[in-house]
């Protein structure tokens, strides 16, 4: 969200997660102040965790009616999973207005139980009103950082060292492969599978997650100088994941919520593996992108077939300049720059239409 935001004008943020969750360290790291409460999921869970997960939510619930007595927020902004429930249901019960914001097209269990408590549901894409209140329903568009909105093909290429007078040349193709914040392990070993042949294709930027790091390394070392000088392997990327977004002709990722945001912003091709082990969202997620002929799907069993995988998939589309290009228009088409400002704009006037109604009320009473 940029400076100029409604949001950051009027508001200061606490930001409520799970107790074990990843999300503290990149909260705080951003100099906002977190809490953590309990939560669980519920969904696909055997009986003894669904009732070890609906203790820790009841749990949740307690912790958050504390927070809304001790912080007083004007407004809740929701997302994600089960850790909201709580917190939603606290604001309903105190009248505190919630928006939620559905990152994915499909909103799982968590979000729709939330939605029925809040004021208004935004949303990414137009293909979520499938499936919220109509009455409810805004779509904003996916909140992008800002470095995204400043990062350039050439910007980010020169950041990696791809960029001439490098001998890699200026016209060298790129293919990004990334598994989200924790890695792919699937993605990753069917990239190492098959990293001599897309090392004949193009340069590639692989970002493995902590997890393979070690095996990455390992496999990196096998290679000749040649082939090391085109692959760039890294753990993790932060601020410099847009610049090798920025850079990539093609992507091979999952198809979380971000996907939905950051890949449009870019204008960036993709192959959109979802992942088989949770529920269906990053499926929908996919068809929806692959529906808008902006990206192609590969399953997660299929990535290392030797006529259909991610080789094959990958060779493909590089040899195929005008395809690339159709998806990247395809792809640009999809982008919305305003999304977190829109997100704001919705939010502060939910909390312009309580306060009125409170000023309206406190007139009849008085």
């Known amino acids: 969200m940029n400076d100029a935001s409604p949001l950051s004008a009027v508001f200061d943020a606490l930001f409520v997660g799970g107790e074990t969750g990843m999300e503290q360290a990149l909260v705080t790291r951003e100099?906002?102040?977190?809490?953590?409460?309990?939560?669980?999921?519920?969904?696909?869970?055997?009986?003894?965790?669904?009732?070890?997960n609906t203790l820790r939510l009841f749990s949740g619930f307690f912790s958050a009616m504390?927070?809304?007595?001790?912080?007083?927020?004007?407004?809740?902004?929701?997302?994600?999973?089960?850790?909201?429930?709580?917190?939603?249901?606290?604001?309903?019960?105190?009248r505190v207005p919630s928006v939620v914001f559905l990152p994915d097209v499909e909103p799982g269990l968590a979000l729709k139980v939330m939605a029925r408590f809040a004021n208004k549901i935004v949303s990414t894409t137009e293909a979520s009103a499938a499936y919220v209140s109509k009455s409810k329903h805004v779509v904003t568009g996916y909140p992008v950082r800002e470095v995204f909105h400043q990062v350039s093909r050439q910007s980010g290429r020169a950041q990696l060292g791809i960029a001439a007078p490098n001998a890699f040349g200026a016209d060298e193709k790129v293919l990004l492969i990334f598994g989200g914040s924790k890695g792919a392990r699937?993605?990753?070993?069917?990239?190492?599978?098959?990293?001599?042949?897309?090392?004949?294709?193009?340069?590639?930027i692989h970002v493995t997650g902590s997890s393979d790091w070690e095996e990455v390394c390992q496999a990196r070392g096998k290679m000749s100088t040649?082939?090391?000088?085109?692959?760039?392997?890294?753990?993790?990327?932060?601020?410099?994941?847009?610049?090798?977004?920025a850079a990539a002709d093609l992507v091979i990722c999952r198809s979380g919520a971000s996907a939905l945001g950051e890949l449009p912003i870019l204008g960036l091709p993709a192959v959109l593996v979802p992942y088989p082990h949770a529920w269906?969202?990053?499926?929908?997620?996919?068809?929806?992108?692959?529906?808008?002929?902006?990206?192609?799907?590969?399953?997660?069993a299929q990535l290392s077939d030797p006529q259909h995988g991610l080789v094959s998939v990958v060779t493909q589309l590089l040899s195929n300049p005008q395809q690339l290009q159709t998806m990247r228009h395809a792809m640009q088409l999809l982008g919305r720059a305003d999304g977190a400002d829109k997100i704001a704009d919705v939010l502060c006037l939910v909390v312009q239409k309580a306060n009125s109604k409170k000023d309206a009320m406190g007139g009849v009473a008085a």
Do not use: C
């Open 226 to 245: 040649a082939q090391q000088a085109r692959y760039l392997a890294f753990p993790y990327l932060h601020e410099e994941m847009a610049s090798a977004m």
């Open 280 to 300: 269906r969202y990053q499926k929908v997620n996919a068809e929806y992108l692959v529906g808008h002929n902006a990206a192609m799907m590969l399953a997660d």
């Open 186 to 204: 699937s993605i990753n070993r069917a990239a190492l599978a098959g990293m001599a042949q897309l090392l004949e294709l193009a340069v590639v």
């Open 66 to 94: 504390r927070m809304m007595n001790q912080y007083k927020p004007d407004a809740v902004l929701l997302t994600g999973g089960f850790v909201g429930v709580p917190v939603s249901l606290a604001a309903w019960l105190q």
């Open 31 to 52: 100099g906002i102040n977190f809490v953590g409460i309990q939560a669980g999921g519920l969904h696909g869970l055997g009986v003894a965790q669904k009732m070890r």
